[in-house]
T-cell receptor, first 113, second 109 residues
Framework: EAEVAQSPRYKITEKSQAVAFWCDPISGHATLYWYRQILGQGPELLVQFQDESVVDDSQLPKDRFSAERLKGVDSTLKIQPAELGDSAMYLC???????????FGDGTRLSIL | QKEVEQNSGPLSVPEGAIASLNCTYSDRGSQSFFWYRQYSGKSPELIMSIYSNGDKEDGRFTAQLNKASQYVSLLIRDSQPSDSATYLCAAENTDKLIFGTGTRLQVFP
């Protein structure tokens, strides 16, 4: 079964540094989502793309976070500068259409020192 | 504030028993509902989706939806130790998923 690919799996960096995460959705999936999940909580949506366009970034801390999906396929989420509170699991998900079930990648576990 | 509420657990059941996981949601506009299973340190895995009132069965799993009561549940029959995980309930509204905090299920031999 096709999967959502994410890299890296783990990232350890110091505060104030820049970090970037990459996601390649399931082929043909137009909608792509980035979530942040803090231990013991459910995933929280950061940004949603429909093809190359952002349709929801209301919960994205835009002073330090940015996301792009330039060609409407793979996507990058960046944090600069990273803060201690950014330590979390960053999950990418995709769906064929925005009202269809979402499928998650393996996630990136980010630790800020 | 649109919310999805779940009891955090842990819910402990013996092997072979039925595990019943519950979820309530606040937004009456929600149309689609999903259950995800998440093993410790792993990403969520979709196990059930339900869109209309009533029951939906898939193998050992049954999802139940009652829109009037704003209530969704997941039943796991013949629970196995491998079912031990956190189960996330999610409600969709305006093409956006709102997740609960999850219920941790422990199935003991």
């Amino acid at each position: 079964e096709a999967e959502v690919a994410q890299s890296p799996r783990y990232k350890i960096t110091e505060k104030s540094q820049a970090v970037a995460f990459w996601c390649d959705p399931i082929s043909g999936h137009a909608t792509l989502y980035w979530y942040r999940q803090i231990l013991g909580q459910g995933p929280e949506l950061l940004v949603q793309f429909q093809d190359e366009s952002v349709v929801d970034d209301s919960q994205l801390p835009k002073d330090r976070f940015s996301a792009e999906r330039l060609k409407g396929v793979d996507s990058t989420l960046k944090i600069q500068p990273a803060e201690l509170g950014d330590s979390a699991m960053y999950l990418c998900a995709s769906s064929f259409h925005s009202n269809q079930p979402q499928h998650f990648g393996d996630g990136t576990r980010l630790s800020i020192l | 504030q649109k919310e999805v509420e779940q009891n955090s657990g842990p819910l402990s059941v013996p092997e072979g028993a039925i595990a019943s996981l519950n979820c309530t949601y606040s937004d009456r506009g929600s149309q689609s509902f999903f259950w995800y299973r998440q093993y410790s340190g792993k990403s969520p895995e979709l196990i059930m989706s339900i869109y209309s009132n009533g029951d939906k069965e898939d193998g050992r799993f049954t999802a139940q939806l009652n829109k009037a009561s704003q209530y969704v549940s997941l039943l796991i029959r013949d629970s196995q130790p491998s079912d031990s995980a956190t189960y996330l309930c999610a409600a969709e509204n305006t093409d956006k998923l709102i997740f609960g905090t999850g219920t941790r299920l422990q199935v003991f031999p």
